[in-house]
């Protein structure tokens, strides 16, 4: 089961009104979008989501609220072509509710958990070409360390790395997580899974989530009404690190611009940031996937 996370925060500050048109960009297992749903009875929903499987299962719920809504089997990276193609320019607001779902993690063919043993795959879109045995499997030194550092802020990259290359072919997850477990030190086994930040860098490789995300995000703030807002919840910080500096950027005035008595209209920010907000300590104790979770909101002001 998929406990949606920040949904009443999130709901409570999207500004929705009953004719709103919102865009939910990771549909899921639709606890987002079900609840946003109930509340736009003469509004529409256009749901993304890459994955045919939450689609199938989220289709099922929705309809049982509602036809105001069109589901739409694409990443979200694709989010201007695809209302473009049905005539939507702007849109009132737009969620994101980043990374897998439960039931993704879940189900051990996917291939995303160090926990169950599976072929090495990851892919969100099961269409998808590239997988985490490719990577596994193929990168050269260089780059595995890279992703490694990058995606996972992985200390032990180097040897995690050279281990791999030595081992291969790898096949599945928990060979993976042993030798992942066999190149670092024993002091690092102890407080968390030492394959977590391999296995999310290679996830982030596989799905090139961080690349997506930024320009998702960048569309996002184009396709907003005045008055609208765009809702994201991250789970990890390099996922955070992208939404701030993104919502920073389309905020702030100019500095040279700081030092005039008065800024002209064309040069004012167009979004101002209305709030960041991480779960309650009733929400952490309840749902272990909260716990790094974190919601940010910005507004179109004009
Ligand atoms: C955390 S779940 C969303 C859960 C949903 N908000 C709920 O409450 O049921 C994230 C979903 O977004 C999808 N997803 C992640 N990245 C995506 C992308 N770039 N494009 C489309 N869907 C994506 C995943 O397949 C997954 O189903």
Partial sequence: MHISVLLEECINNLNLRENSLVVDCTLGY????????????????????????????????????????????????????????????????????????????????????????ARLDMRMNQEQELDAYYVVNNYELNKLVDIFKKYGEEKYALSIAKGIIKNRPITTTLELAEIIKKNVPFSYKKDKHPARKVFQAIRIEVNDELNVLENSLRQALELIKVNGRVAVITFHSLEDRICKKIFDEASKVDDNLKKLPVIPLEYQPKYKIITTITPSDKELNNNNRARSAKLRIIERIR
């Fill in 30 to 117: 639709a606890g987002h979008s079900s609840e946003i749903l109930k509340k736009i009875k003469k509004g529409y929903l256009y749901a993304f989501d890459q994955d045919k499987e939450a689609i199938n299962k989220a289709d099922s719920k929705l309809k049982k609220i509602g036809n105001n809504y069109k589901i739409i089997n694409s990443n979200f990276v694709n989010i201007k072509k695809e209302l473009n193609k049905l005539n939507i320019n702007e849109v009132d607001c737009i969620l994101y509710d980043l990374g897998v779902s439960s039931p993704q993690l879940d189900e051990k063919e996917r291939g995303f958990s160090f926990h169950q043993d």
